[in-house]
């Protein structure tokens, strides 16, 4: 597609629910990143993804959460067992990841969580 | 470490004022440079970016960045404010690998 895609935009869950975002990068996009957003806040790294290898999930806040990128394409979050601090917009950004390139990101619209 | 310092997390100008949005960094070897805006309810669009060469970088609606070394400093620049610049700013730097550090960010009102 022309951009990073991601659904849902907004996500409502009962705490203790588990919940899926979706992203879908840039065609031919090599890396892949997700970022969590809390209110007032810049984004901060979640996980990193070069094609299906998930080469780094240092700033997942804990075991609840898991990204996936099966075939190197589109990437889903899941947050099991949710809980009000989950709250956040969730960006997905990806990049050509080529070496010897910029590697700039290029961001989804993010998906806004409410966890009640 | 690497971090991203932006001093002032609310600025307001008056339209046609000089916008200034400063951003430091910390970083052990020479980073890329990128800021961001972000309009409401919106995923981040880059505005500029520094890798090498030139210092001073152009970016899209009229915004410019200059990268000092000896200051650590990437702060962000317009002539003139209008209207539609109200958003939020993202200074980020990109180190060895892929990681990406953002700083906590700026929300910049224009005044009419």
């Known amino acids: 597609g022309a951009g990073v895609s991601q659904s849902p935009r907004y996500k409502v869950a009962k705490r203790g629910q588990d919940v899926a975002l979706r992203c879908d990068p840039i065609?031919?996009?090599?890396?892949l990143f997700w970022y969590q957003q809390a209110l007032g806040q810049g984004p901060e790294f979640l996980t990193y993804f070069q094609n299906e290898a998930q080469l780094d999930k240092s700033g997942l806040p804990s075991d609840r959460f898991f990204a996936e990128r099966p075939e190197g394409s589109v990437s889903t979050l899941k947050i099991q067992r949710t809980q009000q601090e989950d709250s956040a917009v969730y960006l997905c950004?990806?990049?050509?990841?080529?070496?010897?390139?910029?590697?700039?990101?290029?961001f989804g619209e993010g998906s806004r969580l409410t966890v009640l | 470490a690497q971090s991203v310092t932006q001093l002032g997390s609310h600025v307001s100008v008056s339209e046609g004022a000089l916008v200034l949005l400063r951003c430091n960094y910390s970083?052990?070897?020479?980073?890329?440079l990128f800021w961001y805006v972000q309009y409401p309810n919106q995923g981040l669009q880059l505005l500029l970016k520094y890798t090498t060469g030139a210092t001073l970088v152009k970016g899209i609606n009229g915004f410019e960045a200059e990268f000092k070394k000896s200051e650590t400093s990437f702060h962000l620049t317009k002539p003139s404010a209008h209207m539609s610049d109200a958003a939020e700013y993202f200074c980020?730097?990109?180190?060895?690998?892929?990681?990406?550090?953002f700083g906590t960010g700026t929300s910049l009102t224009v005044i009419p």
């Open positions: 950004a990806s990049s050509l990841g080529l070496a010897g390139t910029t590697g700039e990101l290029f």
């Open positions: 980020a730097v990109r180190v060895f690998g892929n990681q990406f550090y």
């Open positions: 065609s031919g996009h090599v890396s």
């Open positions: 970083s052990s070897v020479p980073p890329y």
